[in-house]
């Protein structure tokens, strides 16, 4: 009797780590959510001055991640999610030019670097 209840009890918490797996990987805008990002990112695309577009970008992630489920600073909600990103390392740049343009006094940000942070 007793290790058909230990068997059981493992089982259990099989099913349970399985489904908080597949619950923390299974974060993806849709619907409403996914249109409202994407309708903001094209009014950021249309941003002359580098250095709002990036920050406004960064606001744009933001939103994303919190729309998903992630909480704490942009920063926390990037490690949260992690390996979710196709390019993490360059999200990362971007993200750390915003803090530089946002906290630096007399920031700037060339062409080629604002592209690509975008």
Do not use: C, Y
Request: aromatic content about 6%; glycine content about 6%; charged content about 30%.
């Amino acid at each position: 009797m007793l290790p058909a209840i230990l068997f059981g009890l493992v089982l259990l918490a099989i099913a349970i780590l399985f489904l908080v797996w597949k619950m923390q990987n299974s974060r993806k805008l849709r619907g409403d959510a996914l249109r409202k990002v994407r309708s903001v990112w094209l009014l950021i695309e249309q941003i002359d001055d580098p250095v709002r577009q990036i920050i406004e970008a960064d606001k744009v992630l933001d939103l994303a991640l919190k729309l998903t489920g992630f909480e704490g600073t942009t920063g926390e909600k990037m490690k949260k999610a992690g390996p979710r990103f196709r390019n993490e390392n360059a999200l990362w740049r971007a993200h750390k030019l915003r803090n530089t343009l946002a906290h630096e006094l007399h920031a700037n940000v060339k062409k080629a670097e604002a592209d690509s942070a975008m």
